[in-house]
């Protein structure tokens, strides 16, 4: 059984101040909006699934996020200089991409069972084009063993050229449109297809990420958006 989660007094501490920083920074270099907030069920457990196109999508789904969230990243990540010492100082948890590891399934269990908000991209890592992919079935897993419910939060114009707009000027468009929840209490502890299931979860919380965004970014779920 998973123990409660909570974040180191440092962690805690760090992110004080980098909420605020990243908020004033995507604020000086594009023009942020948001919408669905009544939609957030605050003080309890529930998962954040967002599309992830780019570096730009979890520190900007974070920074504005209302309440303080827990996140997972990629180890790969964590490797390089600026991009890693952030992750280290906001207590991301690291993640090994395709392999299955015991210790984060648990973490992530615990966090959830401690009512805090995780934020997960069920496609397992950037795409690089507004375009989403096919979900891994990873959140689904989680979704199995949590039942936890899921916030699917359509990301729209944080594409790899971001950065390059905006030191142009352009301050580009930010949208983060919030859906509604998805509730997978009701679903049986057992099932005789648990993969097939799995992926089915997967899929759906997809599905109604694609319904908040436009649809060119549909992807893989092009005609099977499922609107708010």
């Not at 909006?33 to 974070?62: C, M, Q, W």
């Not at 992919?133 to 039942?147: D, F, L, N, T």
Request: hydrophobic share 40%; charged share 25%; net charge positive.
């Amino acid at each position: 059984m998973a123990e409660l989660f909570k974040p180191p007094l440092n962690i805690r501490l760090n992110r004080l101040w980098l909420k605020p920083l990243f908020r004033l920074l995507f604020n000086i270099l594009g023009r942020v909006k948001i919408t669905g907030r009544e939609n957030i069920p605050f003080g309890t457990s529930y998962l954040i699934a967002i599309n992830h196109i780019s570096i730009y999508d979890p520190p900007l789904v974070l920074s504005f996020w209302p309440e303080e969230s827990e996140a997972i990243g990629a180890t790969d990540v964590f490797e390089k200089k600026f991009q890693g010492t952030i992750l280290r100082l906001y207590g991301v948890v690291p993640v090994h991409r395709g392999d299955y590891d015991r210790s984060l399934i648990d973490t992530m269990l615990a966090i959830l069972k401690s009512r805090r908000p995780l934020t997960i991209a069920p496609e397992g890592g950037r795409s690089h084009v507004p375009a989403l992919r096919q979900a891994k079935p990873g959140v689904g897993y989680i979704i199995e063993r949590s039942h936890a419910p899921v916030l699917p939060v359509g990301l729209i114009g944080t594409t790899d050229d971001f950065w390059q707009r905006a030191r142009r000027g352009e301050k580009p468009s930010l949208e983060i449109r919030i859906g509604k929840l998805i509730d997978f209490s009701q679903q049986p502890v057992q099932h005789s297809e648990r993969r097939v299931l799995r992926q089915s979860n997967a899929d759906l919380v997809m599905r109604h990420i694609a319904g908040l965004l436009p649809e060119e970014y549909h992807g893989v779920y092009a005609g099977q958006a499922i609107l708010p």
